[in-house]
């Protein structure tokens, strides 16, 4: 059965840090656009970073650089989100997604979500930013 499962949501004081897992069981990483989606209570999902594996090339959307590390763990088939310098408006469920790569690498995330064509999707994990 292909899945992906995500892990290491909480709770967490502003300026904290958090460590996001990606797993994913019945296919590989190989070649695929591995992208971190965030959704607030009544806000739209939004692409927060995305992995390459093809280039090895990542991207954050604007809110998120120089705080969120992207990276993957080929031998645990595993990718990562190491967030730091938490701020309550990073509070979210957060999940991942992948999509096969047939040609290019990771979706333009200023994109809207719904063009990206990610195949499989984790179900989240809850991210709560709060004193």
């Known amino acids: 059965q292909l899945q992906l499962v995500e892990s290491g949501g909480g709770l967490v004081q502003p300026g904290g840090s958090l460590r996001l897992s990606c797993a994913a069981s019945g296919f590989t990483f190989d070649y695929y656009a591995i992208v971190w989606f965030r959704q607030a209570p009544g806000k739209e999902r939004e692409g927060v970073s995305c992995l390459s594996t093809s280039d090895g090339n990542t991207y954050y959307t604007d809110s998120v650089k120089g705080r969120f590390t992207i990276s993957r763990n080929n031998a645990k088939n595993t990718v990562y989100l190491q967030m730091n310098s938490l701020k309550p408006e990073d509070s979210a469920v957060y999940s991942c997604?992948?999509?096969?790569?047939?040609?290019?690498?990771?979706?333009?995330?200023?994109?809207?979500?719904?063009?990206?064509?990610?195949?499989?999707w984790g179900k989240g994990t809850l991210v709560t930013v709060s004193s």
């Open positions: 997604a992948a999509r096969k790569i047939i040609s290019g690498g990771c979706p333009s995330l200023r994109l809207p979500v719904n063009s990206y064509g990610m195949d499989y």
